[in-house]
């Protein structure tokens, strides 16, 4: 059983930046793709960024491109999701998502696509 642990959230004013980590315990890190989804106050959960097993390929939805980057640590076993000029906008939980994956550059985008989920680190973005 694959356990994500979420942290680095918090508050930060509008254009500020804030890195999330994501620690995966209880299975083998190099094999899963992950992603970083978000959801906010009365709003489906949508992907925000992924990447796939090795890194070899990342996907960023459109209102986050340019500004958050994800990156993958496979001996740390973590994921990060780096947010740099925050907007209101971004506020919302931020979830950590594994699968296994046999694919070294396929990304996957969809919750239900995702096996294993993190309880979810809270990110407000004050104007």
């Known amino acids: 059983q694959v356990q994500l642990i979420e942290s680095g959230g918090g508050l930060v004013q509008a254009g500020g930046s804030l890195r999330l980590s994501c620690a995966a315990s209880?299975?083998?890190?190099?094999?899963?793709?992950m992603g970083w989804f978000r959801q906010a106050p009365g709003k489906e959960r949508e992907s925000v960024a992924a990447i796939s097993r090795r890194g070899l390929s990342t996907y960023y939805a459109d209102s986050v491109k340019g500004r958050f980057t994800i990156s993958r640590d496979d001996a740390k076993n973590t994921v990060y999701l780096q947010m740099n000029l925050l907007k209101p906008e971004d506020t919302a939980v931020y979830y950590c998502?594994?699968?296994?994956?046999?694919?070294?550059?396929?990304?996957?985008?969809?919750?239900?696509?995702?096996?294993?989920w993190g309880q979810g680190t809270q990110v407000t973005v004050s104007s």
């Open positions: 998502a594994a699968r296994s994956s046999g694919y070294a550059s396929i990304v996957y985008t969809r919750t239900v696509e995702y096996t294993y």
């Open positions: 209880g299975g083998t890190f190099s094999v899963y793709a």
